[in-house]
């Protein structure tokens, strides 16, 4: 299997585990698409879980959302 087909397999299990941190579909697919184009631009790097890297959009995403409610 070529190192795209193993990042693009993990991508039903990001969207549901997005989905169920976020509550929002759209939120989820959002997150789950930035972490999805970043691997992808990286492939060369190496063969890689995508979990952590979810974890860590999600968090950068909460923060940003958690500021912009502040300003408000």
Do not use: W
Request: charged share 25%; hydrophobic share 45%; glycine share 6%.
């Amino acid at each position: 299997m070529t190192p795209i087909a193993r990042l693009l397999r993990q991508g039903v299990g990001l969207r549901y585990a997005a989905t169920q941190n976020t509550k929002d579909v759209n939120e989820a697919y959002f997150v789950v698409h930035e972490v999805m184009t970043d691997a992808f631009a990286r492939t060369g790097d190496r063969d890689r879980d995508l979990g952590s890297s979810l974890a860590c959009a999600l968090v950068r995403r909460s923060r940003k959302l958690a500021n912009a409610a502040a300003i408000v």
